[in-house]
């Protein structure tokens, strides 16, 4: 890609400003990994591309559309890496983002807790206007939790909620009767699991999250004894691509006059590692 500079090209660095007002580091957890993985912050940035994971596929889409930033939820480099081989997917793809000259910046759990983050956005997905926080975790809100306008049945939410995510092979596993009455609906988008005593102290009919394993999920319908909160598992990729959209307005709206200055693109890469399942039974029978 060649960069001409003039007096209107925004650097790098310009633009992670406003993405670190969006998202400030210091509001990520602990154990997490944001920032910027690969670029220089006196590079121009013409045109951002914004997805979920920063896949092989995600990285070749940003640099076929001339990108000179990416913008993830997910991080690349979670864990420490003894090699950048081309050998491995992780050296592939830190190798395919710096030859294509591409910085990659990652807003994980800094991007959860913040305002019209994460939450909101899947908030919105589930028909909430007017939520709070579900919990702290080191400080910092994490999940939403609010009333619907109206009570709705069980699957009535889900339909609506499937309409409003993205498709994915596994679709959306609902456990608790479809007829049910729900209004009040606790939610984290991602893996959430973890927070079933914080869903039942708010009071939740239902609670929407992914990534729910067995035994939590089962020991959390033994506990209702078949009653609320009943669980939705909308998939972690979906219930978390909502986000970008959202982030993308955001930025928009926070470059202000600068904005002119830039392109954007939301990935069309689905990165669900599910491709197709079998033997499903959608009616819930044993």
């Known amino acids: 890609k060649a960069h001409m500079s003039d007096d209107a090209d925004l650097t790098l660095r310009e633009v992670l400003d406003v993405i670190e007002g969006l998202y400030p580091p210091h509001t990520a957890q602990s154990w997490d990994r944001v920032g910027l993985v690969t670029g220089d912050p006196h590079q121009l940035v013409r ?30 480099l979670m864990r420490g890496v003894h090699s950048l081989a081309t050998t491995s997917a992780k050296g592939a793809s830190v190798t395919d983002l710096i030859v294509g000259d591409v910085a ?32 702290l975790a080191e400080g910092q809100p994490l999940g ?22 993205p498709a994915a092979a596994g679709g959306i596993r609902v456990a608790g009767p479809a007829d049910a009455v729900v209004r009040r609906v606790a939610l984290l988008g991602g893996s959430g699991d973890d927070l079933f005593d914080a869903v039942r102290a708010s009071g939740a009919d239902v609670y929407v999250t992914a990534d729910l394993r067995h035994h939590p999920a089962l020991e959390a319908r033994e506990e209702a004894r078949g009653g609320t909160p009943y669980l939705v598992d909308a998939g972690h990729w979906a219930s978390e691509f909502v986000w970008l959209a959202a982030a993308e307005r955001a930025l ?31 009616g819930g029978t044993p």
């Open 144 to 165: 939403r939790v609010g009333d619907l306008p109206d009570a709705v049945s069980l699957r009535a939410l889900v339909v609506a909620l499937a309409a409003a995510l």
């Open 47 to 76: 045109r951002i591309h914004l997805a979920v994971d920063p896949t092989l596929d995600v990285i070749a889409e940003a640099r076929e559309l001339g990108a000179d930033l990416l913008l993830t939820h997910h991080p690349l």
């Open 104 to 135: 990659l910046y990652v807003a994980h759990t800094n991007a959860d807790v913040a305002a019209d983050g994460v939450g909101f956005a899947l908030a919105r997905a589930c028909g909430l206007t007017d939520t709070e926080p579900l919990t």
């Open 252 to 282: 928009l709206a926070a470059l202000g006059e600068r904005a002119t200055r830039v392109e954007t693109h939301i990935s069309t890469v689905r990165t669900d590692p599910w491709t197709f399942v079998v033997g499903a039974d959608p």
